[in-house]
């Protein structure tokens, strides 16, 4: 299983950032994804999971109305759409196989900062 992680970077306040998630070594599309961050001196947190054929999504109310999970079972990749980005925002964020709770892999990370 490789799960890989891109499109983190530096934004401003207010910002767009589009994630990928690239798979292999496993059936992508028989399995929920989700997506999880960790900001610096912090545990982790989930942010959003995505159904199979990627007709149910779930967010934490903290993301909600601002992010978007979305997937391509044909390209096997994962994607999480930031819109209007805050500080707090900042953290580590992993692409993951399975929904909150039983996350068996997770990638490595992209790095996500929002700062002026």
């Known amino acids: 299983v490789q799960l890989v992680e891109s499109g983190g970077g530096l934004v401003q306040p207010g910002g767009s950032l589009r994630l990928s998630c690239a798979a292999s070594?496993?059936?992508?599309?028989?399995?929920?994804m989700s997506w999880a961050r960790q900001a610096p001196g912090k545990g982790l947190e989930w942010v959003a999971q995505?159904?199979?054929?990627?007709?149910?999504?779930i967010y934490a109310d903290s993301v909600k109305g601002r992010f978007t999970i979305s997937r391509d079972n044909a390209k096997n990749t994962l994607y999480l759409e930031m819109n209007s980005l805050k500080p707090e925002d900042t953290a580590r964020y992993y692409c993951?196989?399975?929904?909150?709770?039983?996350?068996?892999?997770r990638g490595q990370g992209t790095q996500v900062t929002v700062s002026s």
């Open positions: 993951a196989r399975g929904p909150r709770g039983s996350v068996t892999y």
């Open positions: 070594g496993f059936t992508f599309r028989n399995y929920y």
């Open positions: 995505i159904t199979r054929g990627g007709d149910n999504t």
